[in-house]
């Protein structure tokens, strides 16, 4: 099981940068994914999730941030738009098993993750 985080760099306030999460070792479609991110001296945060058709995002981000998937290619993608300095982190995708809505929050059930992608938004 693999999972490779990538899409990352330095953005202007307002700009937008897309995330790629590839997976390879099993099938987007049996799990949960997960996009996570870690801003210096914070706890790691979910920021937005994806199972089968349904989809998920933090406040944060909800009307900005558009996750989506593309099985043919088993990558999953998170689309950033008007971003912001408080965006800036390093980010990270992870995979857990299929989990019922309640528990997609639960970051403990995430067990593989991918090395994360810096995103830094300046103002």
């Known amino acids: 099981v693999q999972l490779q985080a990538s899409g990352g760099g330095l953005v202007q306030a307002g700009g937008s940068l897309r995330l790629s999460c590839a997976a390879s070792g099993f099938t987007l479609d049996d799990y949960t994914i997960g996009w996570f991110r870690q801003a210096p001296g914070k706890e790691r945060e979910g920021v937005s999730y994806i199972n089968v058709g349904r989809k998920f995002y933090a406040d944060s981000v909800k009307g900005r941030f558009t996750i989506s998937r593309d099985n043919a290619k088993n990558t999953v993608y998170l689309q950033m738009n008007s971003l912001k300095p408080e965006d800036t982190a390093v980010y990270y995708c992870?995979?857990?098993?299929?989990?019922?809505?309640?528990?997609?929050?639960?970051?403990?059930?995430?067990?593989?993750w991918g090395p994360g992608t810096q995103v830094t938004v300046s103002s």
């Open positions: 992870a995979r857990a098993a299929r989990l019922p809505f309640s528990l997609w929050r639960a970051i403990s059930y995430y067990v593989y």
